[in-house]
């Protein structure tokens, strides 16, 4: 079996119909560590979320939310880019004030941009943040 970096490799490369499954196998293996179960499950989310396909990144999200019991604040983050795009703008707002409560919505939106460094990811969230502002202020 392969790790879930190796799967990565894979999946942007080009054989996504053979690393999809392969990610969801390890994802759903109870013999694999908690920590590469994880990993497999970021790197599915990662790719629903470039594919426009949020509802199964979220689903992927909260399969980590069930095996951890918190979020990490880069799925947070993410969580909340996927209520974004799918215009759930009420869900959205709920996560939002409730990191804002804890006081560190900053520190997740930094998280997220330090542990993606992609121009286009960061130019996808600033959009959405942007429409998100723009669907607050219509309310």
Same mark, same amino acid.
């Given at each position: 079996?392969?790790?879930?970096?190796?799967?990565?490799?894979?999946?942007?490369? &080009?054989?996504?119909?053979?690393?999809?499954?392969?990610?969801?196998?390890?994802?759903?293996?109870? !013999?694999?560590?908690?920590k590469?179960?994880?990993?497999?499950?970021?790197?599915?989310?990662?790719?629903?979320?470039y594919?426009?396909?949020?509802?199964? !990144?979220?689903?992927? =999200?909260?399969?980590?939310?069930?095996?951890? &019991?918190?979020?990490?604040?880069?799925? =947070?983050?993410?969580?909340?880019?996927?209520?974004i795009?799918?215009?759930?703008?009420?869900?959205?707002?709920?996560?939002?004030n409730?990191?804002?409560?804890?006081?560190?919505?900053?520190?997740?939106?930094?998280?997220?941009?330090?542990?993606?460094?992609?121009?286009?990811?960061?130019?996808?969230?600033?959009?959405?943040?942007? &429409?998100?502002?723009?669907?607050?202020?219509?309310?």
């Open positions: 079996m392969f790790s879930a970096d190796e799967l990565e490799s894979k999946l942007w490369g &080009g054989f996504s119909l053979y690393a999809l499954p392969a990610l969801e196998q390890l994802k759903q293996a109870p !013999a694999t560590t908690s590469e179960r994880e990993k497999a499950v970021w790197r599915l989310i990662r790719w629903h979320y594919k426009k396909d949020y509802l199964q !990144a979220i689903a992927n =999200i909260q399969f980590l939310e069930k095996l951890h &019991g918190t979020l990490k604040k880069n799925y =947070i983050v993410a969580k909340l880019l996927c209520f795009r799918l215009k759930r703008f009420h869900e959205a707002r709920i996560i939002v409730r990191e804002l409560r804890y006081h560190y919505l900053k520190s997740v939106i930094m998280t997220f941009f330090n542990k993606f460094k992609l121009y286009q990811f960061n130019y996808w969230f600033i959009n959405a943040l942007m &429409g998100f502002m723009e669907e607050d202020q219509n309310l």
